[in-house]
């Protein structure tokens, strides 16, 4: 019975000590979220970027191994390498020409390295990508003049979405 007793006390002790704790982090995770809310924000920061619309969209991996995307882009049709790895969306001259950009209007001055090795790219915005229904609007983009065999389909598409998912077949983007 004595036993018992010590075990049951023990228990409870347990108890308040975890519901002390819990109450602690719940406090100092308030006040970090009323300090992060009080924060200024600079005069020339970007506004957010806004999150990707419409419905999900599912990739088939296709028989190299990769994932490739068909992407209405400003209206036109452009076919994207999904690559994760890559910062922005990279556009091919060829690609770009056909959206409409005018290579000698754009200026070559950010440096990129591609497999071929280093080169020089633009930066752009365009106006939107959907890739069978996940849109972005507002997205970053890089032309190279040299140096891509595909466009590619980067982070500044991929992570505007809530989420993407691979699976052995697949590739499902979700805005």
Not at 131 to 159: N, P
């Amino acid at each position: 019975m004595l036993k018992s007793v010590a075990i049951i006390c023990a228990a409870v002790a347990s108890a308040l000590a975890a519901a002390q704790a819990v109450s602690v982090l719940d406090a100092r995770s308030k006040a970090a979220v009323a300090q992060a809310e009080a924060a200024p924000v600079p005069a020339d920061a970007p506004p957010p970027a806004a999150p990707a619309t419409g419905g999900p969209a599912s990739l088939v991996k296709a028989a190299d191994g990769h994932f490739w995307a068909e992407a209405s882009v400003n209206g036109k049709q452009v076919r994207f390498l999904v690559d994760t790895g890559a910062t922005t969306v990279a556009l091919t001259a060829a690609d770009a020409q056909r959206l409409g950009l005018d290579l000698d209007t754009l200026t070559f001055d950010r440096p990129v390295m591609t497999a071929a090795g280093e080169a020089k790219a633009a930066v752009v915005e365009l106006d939107y990508i959907a890739i069978a229904g996940a849109r972005v609007d507002k997205v970053q983009a890089l032309v190279l003049k040299e140096g891509l065999s595909a466009s590619l389909l980067g982070m500044s598409y991929l992570g505007r979405l809530s989420r993407f998912e691979a699976t052995p077949t697949a590739l499902i983007l979700r805005p």
